[in-house]
Each structure stands twice: as structure tokens, then as C-alpha cells.
């Protein structure tokens, strides 16, 4: 509704200003009114781009709270949602600028000279149809863009995870050469959306131009021959362009928000959470039967199936990109499955309240998040109604105590985002001692120790001992000291089916 009031004022005073400067140009001094309406449309282009800024800033912040809590990547969350910037403040309200001011140049015309109307008239759908035209393969090139980009972060994400065991099997350089292949296909893909916006770009302006001089011509012949008035053939010339205009920027600004069209269509295809009349999950095996996960057209699992009793512990191995960390989003319902089962004692995940389902399950990422706040703070993440003696039992038990109380406050430390103050092993064991104050029956550990030294991960490797007692567990793991700690050990490579 804001969007097609902005238009309807704009169209206005577009109208206004040109109906002012041909009587002004044609003898008919009205300089005042001429200046306060150039003035207003001015101040009105202004305060436009203002609004239309917060109006997309809104939708952008609305749009990231839904996908936070659908468990969308940070791809998505970070470039994505940038990406949406043209197309909320400059291609939907040009969308509703497009419908509504060349309806009212033709209506002022129409009243004034209706051969000119006529001819607009005739040539304005000319626009919509080649833009159409082009816009269909540049929405093709866009999406595929965005899908290079979504893999190239996926990828870099696990491989940057993933460094210390890549290097230490030599598979460094490898990975460096896929991470540069994906780059320079993205790079390409980026060239050909370009290449498509630039050549749409010069058919609208092409056609618009020649509808124009369609007008012009013909305006100018009968002004000569006396059988049109000089104000109205200004007015005609001056309206002319206007009637075109918002259709030829509709082009431009559909190709700058063509990657944010895709992102709104990436972003409608993260799963919905659970409605609230979904089942509480019960407790009990963990089956994964047959699933099928794509990113792009490419499955990173494909058919794979994998079954974990209670009480058991199972370690994913595998190298990098072969999808151990898009196993364990899917099991925890945050990546959807194109094909296949999962569920937990015997309900299909999709049936599942996802948030109760999650209360059962102490997840410990690659790169936990700490948040800006004390050291007690973060541990209760866990259980925020935790007492402080079982915050400090939590820290015992994850082998975090000892350095927690060495800070200068203790667990009242106050630490910055990310946990700024805090080492990367002392990160992984504020994270490891939340989930145990969590006390859940499942547990879900992502390489916790990639990225530590020796005595880091020792320490790391202990505490998720502690953890892992009594509790069903899947994990994902390279090095001996985790591999240790699981009673079944599973590798994964891509396009391998387990038995």
C-alpha cells in the first residue's frame, strides 16, 4: 500500500511539473508554482529513497529472525540477505512507479493530444516484452551464480574446519585447487549475469528511444503545419520520456536485484519448524534411512543411511566435503532432506516438535558461539535456571574450571563477541561444559578439536569423555583422541552409499 501511494504522488507531480513548464516555456509565466513543484518532486525523490531504505531494512531484519530460527546457513544469512537490498528499496517499489505513472502521463495526454496518447499507448508494451525476453535468462544465470556461491561457502567453511587434518594427510593443496576451481566458476557465472544485464540494458534503451522519436516526429510535422498547439506539443515532448522512463528502470533495477530474487527463493526453501501440534520426540534409536541431500544440483549425501541404538556412540569420518557436518544439520533438522526418512525412536523427524527435539540434544559445533556477556552466562546458555554451583560442577566436568578461575572476575568475566579473551581450546570447553550443564540424552559433537594444539585437544578430548558418558552420541572426528571415545566408527566418502 506505501509503495503504490509513494507512485501515485510521484506520477502526480511528474505530470504537474511538465503541465507547468510547457505553459512556462509556451508564454504562460507560472515560474512560482513551477519552482515549488520541481522543489517538492526534489524533496518528495529524497525522502523516497529514504523510505523505501527502512521499508527494506524492516523486511530484511523480519526475513533473518525467520531464518535464524529455521537454522539457515550463514550464507544465506550473511551475503544473502545483503543481496536484498536492490531488490526491496529499488525493484518492487519501480515495479509499483512502473504501473502507476506511465497510466497517468497517458491520461494528462490523452486529454491534451490523443494521437500522442495513441501512440504510447501502442509502443509502451514493447518494453515488458524484450525485458521479459532477456529477464528470463538473466533470472537462469542469476540463480545459477548464486548456487556457485552458496557451494564455494559451504565448501570454504568445512575446509577451513577441516585444515589441520587436511594438512596433516597432505590433502591441503588439493583442497586449495577446489577452492579455486568453484571460485573461478562463480567468477564466470558472475560474468555471464553481467554480460545479460548490460545487453538488456541497451535493447530497452534502444527501444525506448525509437518510441520516443515515434512520438516526437510526428508532434513536431504537425506543429509546424499549425495543427498543433506550441504548449501541447511541449507538453507531448516533455511527457513523452516520462511515460518510458519507469519501465526502462524497472529493467535496470530487475538485473541489480536479479541475486536477490534468487536469495528469496533459496531462502523460501529452508524448511519450516514444526507447527506447535507436532509430537514430543521420545527417547530411543536414531534411524537415517536412504536421505538424499543436494546443494545446487549436486548430493552431498546421497542414499545415505545410518542407524544409532541408544546409548551407542558413533563417529562420522570422512574428507572434506563428503557432508559429515550436513549429516548432522540434518539430523538435528536444520538442513532439509530431498529424499529418504529420518527419525528418532520410530517418529519421522518431519512429525517432531524440531524445538523439543533439540531441548534433548547437547550440539557442540566446529566454532561454538560465545556471546557477549560473563563466562557464567554462556555456560547457562544450557539451562539459563542453573545455580552457580552447577555451573561450576559443568565446568569441572568439561576440564574448564581451572582457567575460568584464573580470569580476573571468574565466572563473572565479562568476555566480547565471539568470546574475545578466550583461546580457541578454552572456547570448545566453555561450549563442551553448557552442553553438560544441558544434561541432554543425545549428543551431537562437530570435530570439536580441529583446530587445537596437543594440549588443547587433550584436555578437549577429556572433558567430551565426561560428556559422552551414559548418552547416545554421533560425532564427527579425525584425530585418534575422539576416535577413541566411540564405539562405532562410520567414513563417509562423497558418493558412497554405507552398507
Same mark, same amino acid.
Given at each position: 500500500?506505501?509503495?503504490?501511494?509513494?507512485?501515485?504522488?510521484?506520477?502526480?507531480?511528474?505530470?504537474?511539473?511538465?503541465?507547468?513548464?510547457?505553459?512556462?516555456?509556451?508564454?504562460?509565466?507560472?515560474?512560482?508554482?513551477?519552482?515549488?513543484?520541481?522543489?517538492?518532486?526534489?524533496?518528495?525523490?529524497?525522502?523516497?529513497?529514504?523510505?523505501?531504505?527502512?521499508?527494506?531494512?524492516?523486511?530484511?531484519?523480519?526475513?533473518?529472525?525467520?531464518?535464524?530460527?529455521?537454522?539457515?546457513?550463514?550464507?544465506?544469512?550473511?551475503?544473502?540477505?545483503?543481496?536484498?537490498?536492490?531488490?526491496?528499496?529499488?525493484?518492487?517499489?519501480?515495479?509499483?512507479?512502473?504501473?502507476?505513472?506511465?497510466?497517468?502521463?497517458?491520461?494528462?495526454?490523452?486529454?491534451?493530444?490523443?494521437?500522442?496518447?495513441?501512440?504510447?499507448?501502442?509502443?509502451?508494451?514493447?518494453?515488458?516484452?524484450?525485458?521479459?525476453?532477456?529477464?528470463?535468462?538473466?533470472?537462469?544465470?542469476?540463480?545459477?551464480?548464486?548456487?556457485?556461491?552458496?557451494?564455494?561457502?559451504?565448501?570454504?567453511?568445512?575446509?577451513?574446519?577441516?585444515?589441520?587434518?587436511?594438512?596433516?594427510?597432505?590433502?591441503?593443496?588439493?583442497?586449495?585447487?577446489?577452492?579455486?576451481?568453484?571460485?573461478?566458476?562463480?567468477?564466470?557465472?558472475?560474468?555471464?549475469?553481467?554480460?545479460?544485464?548490460? =545487453?538488456? &540494458?541497451?535493447? *530497452?534503451?534502444?527501444?525506448?528511444? %525509437?518510441? @520516443?522519436? /515515434?512520438? #516526437?516526429?510526428? $508532434?513536431? !510535422?504537425? =506543429?509546424? &503545419?499549425?495543427? *498543433?498547439?506550441?504548449?501541447?506539443? %511541449?507538453? @507531448?515532448? /516533455?511527457? #513523452?520520456?516520462? $511515460?518510458? !522512463?519507469? =519501465?526502462?528502470?524497472?529493467?535496470?533495477?530487475?538485473?541489480?536485484?536479479?541475486?536477490?530474487?534468487?536469495?528469496?527463493?533459496? $531462502?523460501?526453501?529452508?524448511?519450516?519448524?514444526?507447527?506447535?501440534?507436532?509430537?514430543?520426540?521420545?527417547?530411543?534409536?536414531?534411524?537415517?534411512?536412504?536421505?538424499?541431500?543436494?546443494?545446487?544440483?549436486?548430493?552431498?549425501?546421497?542414499?545415505?543411511?545410518?542407524?544409532?541404538?541408544?546409548?551407542?556412540?558413533?563417529?562420522?569420518?570422512?574428507?572434506?566435503?563428503?557432508?559429515?557436518?550436513?549429516?548432522?544439520?540434518?539430523?538435528?533438522?536444520?538442513?532439509?532432506?530431498?529424499?529418504?526418512?529420518?527419525?528418532?525412536?520410530?517418529?519421522?523427524?518431519?512429525?517432531?516438535?524440531?524445538?523439543?527435539?533439540?531441548?534433548?540434544?547437547?550440539?557442540?559445533?566446529?566454532?561454538?558461539?560465545?556471546?557477549?556477556?560473563?563466562?557464567?552466562?554462556?555456560?547457562?546458555?544450557?539451562?539459563?535456571?542453573?545455580?552457580?554451583?552447577?555451573?561450576?560442577?559443568?565446568?569441572?566436568?568439561?576440564?574448564?574450571?581451572?582457567?575460568?578461575?584464573?580470569?580476573?572476575?571468574?565466572?563473572?568475566?565479562?568476555?566480547?563477541?565471539?568470546?574475545?579473551?578466550?583461546?580457541?581450546?578454552?572456547?570448545?570447553?566453555?561450549?563442551?561444559?553448557?552442553?553438560?550443564?544441558?544434561?541432554?540424552?543425545?549428543?551431537?559433537?562437530?570435530?570439536?578439536?580441529?583446530?587445537?594444539?596437543?594440549?588443547?585437544?587433550?584436555?578437549?578430548?577429556?572433558?567430551?569423555?565426561?560428556?559422552?558418558?551414559?548418552?547416545?552420541?554421533?560425532?564427527?572426528?579425525?584425530?585418534?583422541?575422539?576416535?577413541?571415545?566411540?564405539?562405532?566408527?562410520?567414513?563417509?566418502?562423497?558418493?558412497?552409499?554405507?552398507?
Amino acid at each position: 500500500m506505501t509503495y503504490a501511494l509513494l507512485a501515485l504522488v510521484q506520477g502526480l507531480l511528474v505530470v504537474a511539473q511538465a503541465d507547468l513548464l510547457s505553459r512556462a516555456l509556451s508564454g504562460d509565466p507560472l515560474l512560482l508554482p513551477l519552482v515549488l513543484v520541481v522543489a517538492g518532486r526534489a524533496a518528495f525523490t529524497f525522502g523516497q529513497g529514504t523510505i523505501h531504505g527502512w521499508a527494506a531494512a524492516r523486511r530484511k531484519r523480519v526475513l533473518r529472525v525467520r531464518l535464524l530460527e529455521r537454522g539457515a546457513d550463514v550464507t544465506l544469512l550473511g551475503r544473502g540477505l545483503d543481496a536484498l537490498d536492490p531488490y526491496f528499496a529499488g525493484y518492487l517499489p519501480q515495479r509499483y512507479a512502473a504501473a502507476v505513472i506511465p497510466v497517468a502521463v497517458l491520461v494528462r495526454l490523452a486529454m491534451a493530444d490523443w494521437p500522442s496518447a495513441l501512440v504510447i499507448a501502442a509502443t509502451l508494451p514493447l518494453i515488458p516484452v524484450f525485458g521479459a525476453l532477456v529477464g528470463r535468462h538473466t533470472k537462469q544465470a542469476t540463480e545459477r551464480q548464486w548456487g556457485q556461491l552458496h557451494r564455494l561457502g559451504g565448501h570454504f567453511l568445512d575446509v577451513v574446519a577441516g585444515l589441520p587434518t587436511l594438512r596433516a594427510y597432505g590433502r591441503d593443496a588439493a583442497q586449495a585447487t577446489v577452492v579455486r576451481a568453484m571460485a573461478d566458476g562463480h567468477r564466470r557465472a558472475t560474468v555471464r549475469a553481467l554480460r545479460i544485464a548490460f =545487453l538488456s &540494458s541497451f535493447v *530497452l534503451e534502444i527501444v525506448a528511444t %525509437l518510441s @520516443v522519436a /515515434l512520438v #516526437a516526429v510526428p $508532434a513536431g !510535422l504537425r =506543429l509546424l &503545419s499549425g495543427s *498543433l498547439d506550441l504548449r501541447v506539443a %511541449l507538453l @507531448v515532448l /516533455l511527457l #513523452a520520456p516520462e $511515460a518510458y !522512463l519507469p =519501465l526502462r528502470l524497472l529493467g535496470t533495477r530487475f538485473h541489480a536485484a536479479a541475486e536477490g530474487r534468487a536469495v528469496l527463493d533459496q $531462502a523460501e526453501a529452508v524448511p519450516e519448524p514444526a507447527p506447535s501440534g507436532a509430537r514430543t520426540p521420545p527417547a530411543g534409536r536414531i534411524e537415517v534411512a536412504e536421505i538424499v541431500v543436494r546443494y545446487e544440483r549436486e548430493a552431498v549425501l546421497d542414499r545415505f543411511s545410518l542407524t544409532v541404538e541408544p546409548g551407542e556412540r558413533v563417529a562420522i569420518t570422512g574428507p572434506s566435503g563428503a557432508g559429515k557436518s550436513t549429516l548432522l544439520r540434518a539430523v538435528l533438522g536444520f538442513t532439509g532432506t530431498e529424499a529418504g526418512r529420518i527419525s528418532v525412536g520410530g517418529t519421522d523427524l518431519a512429525e517432531l516438535d524440531l524445538a523439543a527435539w533439540r531441548r534433548q540434544v547437547a550440539y557442540v559445533p566446529q566454532r561454538p558461539h560465545l556471546f557477549a556477556g560473563t563466562v557464567a552466562d554462556n555456560i547457562r546458555l544450557g539451562r539459563p535456571d542453573a545455580t552457580e554451583e552447577e555451573v561450576r560442577r559443568a565446568a569441572e566436568a568439561a576440564a574448564a574450571h581451572d582457567f575460568i578461575a584464573a580470569l580476573p572476575l571468574g565466572y563473572r568475566t565479562g568476555l566480547g563477541e565471539r568470546g574475545l579473551g578466550l583461546s580457541t581450546g578454552q572456547r570448545q570447553r566453555v561450549a563442551i561444559a553448557r552442553a553438560y550443564l544441558m544434561d541432554a540424552p543425545f549428543v551431537v559433537l562437530d570435530e570439536p578439536t580441529a583446530r587445537l594444539d596437543l594440549h588443547s585437544e587433550a584436555l578437549v578430548a577429556e572433558a567430551a569423555a565426561r560428556l559422552l558418558e551414559g548418552r547416545t552420541a554421533l560425532l564427527v572426528a579425525h584425530r585418534p583422541a575422539l576416535l577413541t571415545l566411540a564405539d562405532r566408527v562410520v567414513h563417509l566418502a562423497p558418493g558412497e552409499v554405507p552398507a
